[in-house]
C-alpha cells in the first residue's frame, strides 16, 4: 500500500509528519492491505500561521481499493497529528464498510450462479 503525504505551506509536511501518517494509516488498514493500494493525505491549515482557532487544520484522505472508485474523508482538528487520527478513524470505517458491501454481493452472485446450476441440473 502507498501512502502519500500533500501539505500546504502553513502545514508541516515533513519526514516526520509523514512517518506518523504512514504509521497511522498501516496500524488502521493492516486488515484491509491487500484491497487497498494507495492512500493520500493531504493537510492544510485554513487560517495559515496568522490565528489559531480551534479546528484550523484540515485532513482529506483519499483511499484508492482495487477497482473500486477513491473513499474520501475529511477531518479538522487543531493539530495535524489529531485531524490525521481522526481521518484515519472515519477511513478505516468507510474501508471497512465498502469492503464488507462488496464481499456481500460477490457472496450474493455466487450463491445465485450455485441456485440456478443446481435448478438447471434438476430439469430434465
Not at 484491497?35 to 500561521?49: F, I, K, Y
Not at 480551534?54 to 482538528?77: F, P, S
Request: aromatic share 0%; proline share 1%; with cysteine.
Amino acid at each position: 500500500m502507498q501512502i502519500l503525504l500533500h501539505s500546504d505551506p502553513n502545514t508541516d509536511g515533513g519526514h516526520l509528519m509523514a512517518d506518523h501518517l504512514h504509521k497511522v494509516v498501516q496500524d488502521a488498514l493492516s486488515h484491509f492491505a491487500e484491497r487497498v493500494t494507495r492512500v493520500e493525505a493531504h493537510l492544510s491549515d485554513v487560517n495559515g500561521h496568522t490565528k489559531s482557532s480551534d479546528d484550523d487544520v484540515h485532513c482529506t484522505l483519499e483511499a484508492r481499493l482495487v477497482g473500486r472508485d477513491a473513499i474520501v474523508v475529511k477531518d479538522q482538528a487543531s493539530n495535524a497529528h489529531q485531524a490525521i487520527e481522526g481521518a484515519v478513524r472515519k477511513l478505516k470505517r468507510a474501508v471497512g464498510t465498502e469492503i464488507a458491501k462488496l464481499d456481500l454481493r460477490n457472496h450474493r452472485s455466487r450463491s445465485e450462479v450455485s441456485i440456478k446450476n443446481d435448478g438447471a441440473e434438476g430439469i430434465g
